[in-house]
Every structure is written in structure tokens, then in C-alpha cells.
């Protein structure tokens, strides 16, 4: 509040409740941290809360920090070009812990190095386990933020598939 009882445009909002907790990381070979700060302010004015674990997350670290904070969605940016080979990497470790299973995961940012000319690789990490993939100069802000406004809360439908047979 200011000194006249308003309340100030730099203050937050006091009784939003929050839609869930996102993730946002960079993968172990990246090292970009402007893009994570970019998407975390984008994705509170969302209203969502941000877990940002920062540049250069292990494998491993991903996993363990996703398990103990059980996100609404997972956000994976990529500056360095690496994006899809440790994208294909990743979503299957995030995707083999049962808990995760159902968690929306998206990746975005420069994914290789042929500057957005080869979107062939978009489907590969559909069909591996992201429910989103945003590639530079592809597709643009407006695209993610539509699928994030539209996003369910837990992503994927999972079918069982029995082994039993009649």
C-alpha cells in the first residue's frame, strides 16, 4: 500500500491464488540464464509460481528436484543448440519416474544448429515425451503462451495397457 491507501503497480497481488508450480530449467550443456529469467517472469504473470533451478542441470538433478516439487508443468529452454539431443536424452528420465509421468513437459529455445530450418526433430521429441515443443524460428512466444493458458493441469492421457490375455 502506499502512503494513500492505493495499493502500488510494483507491488504484487495480495489474494491470487496460484495455478500450480512450473519448473524451469536449462539442460547439464547449458549455460544461458537470460532466457530462464525471461520465461519465469512470463510464466508468473500466468500466475503460476517458478521454481527456477538455473543453468547447467544435471540429468540426475532434474529428476530428483521434479520428484520433490511435483510441478504443474515442466519448462525446458535450450540457447546452445544442443536442445534436441539432450531433450531426447532427458524426457525419458523425467518420463520413467512414475510420478512424472503425467506431468506436461515442453521444450523450446534453439534445439540444433541449423536455425529453425529443420523442424523434422519437432515430432521425435513429440513422440519421446514432450507435450510441447516450441523451436526458435518456428514458433513464437504467443504459441507457448497459449499452450501454457490452455495446458491441463496434469498433461498426458496415460492408457494402461493390460498383458493379461482372454
Avoid at 25 to 52: C, K, P, R
Avoid at 147 to 162: H, V
Wanted: proline content about 4%; charged content about 20%; hydrophobic content about 40%.
Amino acid at each position: 500500500m502506499t502512503e494513500s491507501g492505493s495499493e502500488s503497480e510494483l507491488e504484487p497481488p495480495q489474494n491470487e491464488v496460484s495455478k500450480g508450480t512450473v519448473v524451469v530449467t536449462t539442460m547439464a550443456s547449458d549455460s544461458h540464464t537470460w532466457n530462464l529469467v525471461f520465461l519465469q517472469l512470463l510464466i508468473e504473470e500466468l500466475g503460476y509460481d517458478v521454481v527456477n533451478l538455473g543453468p547447467c542441470v544435471p540429468d540426475d538433478l532434474l529428476v530428483r528436484e521434479c520428484r520433490g516439487i511435483a510441478p504443474a508443468m515442466v519448462v525446458i529452454s535450450s540457447v546452445n543448440g544442443h536442445g534436441y539431443q539432450e531433450g531426447m536424452r532427458v524426457i525419458g528420465k523425467l518420463r520413467e519416474a512414475g510420478e512424472l509421468v503425467a506431468t506436461p513437459m515442453v521444450i523450446g529455445g534453439k534445439l540444433g544448429i541449423s536455425g529453425g530450418e529443420d523442424t523434422g526433430h519437432i515430432d521425435e521429441l513429440m513422440a519421446a515425451g514432450f507435450d510441447g515443443v516450441f523451436q526458435d524460428g518456428v514458433s513464437g512466444v504467443a504459441d507457448f503462451q497459449k499452450f501454457i493458458e490452455t495446458a491441463p493441469t496434469k498433461g498426458r492421457q496415460i492408457t494402461e495397457t493390460s498383458g493379461a490375455t482372454a
